[in-house]
């Protein structure tokens, strides 16, 4: 990792590789720092994540600069998604090879650029390192696993993750115990919170419960989908539940006992999406008669 300057100088630059919503938010605090220590650094988004809702939203509240690089990726499924995502890195990483490659989270953008700055050489600083679900069929596991095995630099958010590095052999002197990025981007954040308004603007009464459902194991498998929509239903028996849409959860239009009070406009990419459904349609949830104002509800926008 030696250098004939420093890294983050003009001749070393620092190149932050994000594609999805998850980056976003966890680039923001670690930009703004080096930006105070005035460090030489670019901000390369991939595309992985490209409407207004899951992107451009994230960089104008979160204050991330306008990105340097657009690789405009796009959906698909893994394989070719992951494939499209190494070779446009690979094209920007030999014509402006960068002294250091930081990546962030478990996401497909995530593994690309670790698997494209190691095989030139470059080195790479992963944040959020070591999190582990012991769960290999989630794609982000493998994600993670594979990244953290390729960097130079792991900055974990927790001692348990610190463990976990241990145990898969990873030498010490690479893993740094920082903590949560997420967190110093909430804190940064807190005074923008408008509660008050939220509830005004979804007729929500002071408690009430916000839900969310992206995983694919959550939501791909019918029965599934069926067993979290009774589940829901108990809670929305007690409470109101708002639920922001992720375009991966739009339930079935087969699924029983779901309602909207409002469509959701936003593109189907989701790093499983293998299709696009038309922009400013409506999700394909199937109101039923027993549907109530308890029941849970969207909130008209991508989790």
Known sequence: MATSAPLGSQD????HVVGARPNFVKAAPVVSALR???????????????????????FRDLGLPTPDVDLGVGSGSHAS??????????????????GMVVVYGDVNSTVAAALVAAKLGV???????????????????????VTDQLSDLLFATSPEAVGHLATE????????????????????????????????????????VAATLHRPANVDDPANVALLTERLHEIADRTDVVMPVHPAARPPSTAPGWATTRACACS????????????????????????????????GSPA
């Open 123 to 145: 080195p790479v600083a992963h944040v959020e390192a070591g999190l582990r679900s012991f769960d290999n069929t989630m794609p982000e596991e493998i994600n993670r696993r």
């Open 12 to 15: 070393t630059g620092i190149v």
């Open 169 to 208: 052999g990873i030498s010490p002197d690479r893993v740094h115990l920082v903590g949560n990025p997420m967190i110093d981007t909430l804190l940064g954040n807190l005074d923008r919170f408008d509660a008050d308004a939220l509830r005004a603007r979804l007729d929500l009464p002071e408690r009430y």
């Open 36 to 58: 105070g220590r005035g460090a030489h650094q670019t901000v390369l988004h991939t595309g992985q994540h490209y409407d207004d809702r899951m992107s451009a939203v994230f």
């Open 81 to 98: 998604q992951t494939a499209a995502l190494m070779v446009g890195l690979e094209r920007e990483f030999t014509a402006n090879t960068p």
């Open 268 to 299: 189907n990419h989701s790093d499983t999406s293998t299709s696009s459904p038309s922009p400013g349609a409506p999700p394909p949830w199937s109101p039923t008669p027993e549907a109530s104002r308890r029941r849970p509800r969207s909130s």
